[in-house]
């Protein structure tokens, strides 16, 4: 079957311990993406990459670290975790190619608490 | 710069009645414009979108949007609502300016609720 998968689904934390969400995909996708969803304020994308070794920033990076060493996994990475980044994580994949009008499929998602 | 707006937080539609979630858009080039459903405690699920020609999309479970250049919009409908489409849907856009897999934009969301 087809899927983004996302570990671990749910999480609850302390400030400043470091820790790591993965994504994998199935789908052969070069692009893959980070989300965090918060309320009234839909999904903000933290980091992107459009293939293995090239990453770039999104729009709410800060806090964040990526790395896409391989083409089905792009784990995303909290050194130092810290209340405001408790929120909905998601991870979502999509051919890369001709244009940029392909869909993203989407993980289930990650639910982070920090204390 | 590229934005895209849900004017609306929260629908309400009775069961067999015809819905609308608006989107409006703004970007420099040629909009490719997304909708996507989201049930609770689930990831996004892909509805339909519209990248260039007729202006009238079908996607999936039985979901239509119009886009409408001159409006800048693209509102999802649906001739007759079920109680089960009740969730959270984002419309979404990313330039096409370029062909490039640039960021994809979200709005905030419209609650859509159904009831019997």
């Given at each position: 079957e087809a899927q983004v998968t996302q570990n671990p689904r749910y999480l609850i934390t302390v400030t400043g311990k470091k820790l790591t969400v993965t994504c994998s995909q199935n789908?052969?996708?070069?692009y893959m993406s980070w989300y965090r969803q918060d309320p009234g304020l839909g999904l903000r994308q933290i980091y992107y990459s459009m293939n293995v070794e090239v990453t770039d920033k999104g729009d709410v990076p800060e806090g964040y670290k990526v790395s896409r060493k391989e083409k089905r996994n792009f784990p995303l990475i909290l050194e130092s975790p810290s209340p405001n980044q408790t929120s909905l994580y998601f991870c979502a994949s999509s051919l890369a190619g001709f244009g940029s009008y392909n869909e993203q499929f989407f993980g289930p998602g990650t639910r982070l608490t920090v204390l | 710069a590229q934005s895209v707006a849900q004017p609306e937080d929260q629908v309400n539609v009775a069961e067999g009645n015809p819905l609308t979630v608006k989107c409006t858009y703004s970007v420099s080039g040629n909009p490719y414009l997304f909708w996507y459903v989201q049930y609770p405690n689930r990831g996004l699920q892909f509805l339909l979108k519209y990248?260039?020609?007729?202006n009238l999309v079908k996607g999936s479970y039985g979901f239509e949007a119009e886009f409408n250049k001159s409006q800048t919009s693209f509102h999802l409908k649906k001739p007759s609502a079920l109680v089960s489409d009740s969730a959270l849907y984002f419309c979404a856009v990313r330039d096409?300016?370029?062909?490039?897999?640039g960021n994809l934009i979200f709005g905030k969301g419209t609650k859509l609720s159904v009831k019997p």
């Open positions: 789908m052969n996708h070069e | 990248i260039t020609g007729d096409g300016y370029g062909g490039s897999q």
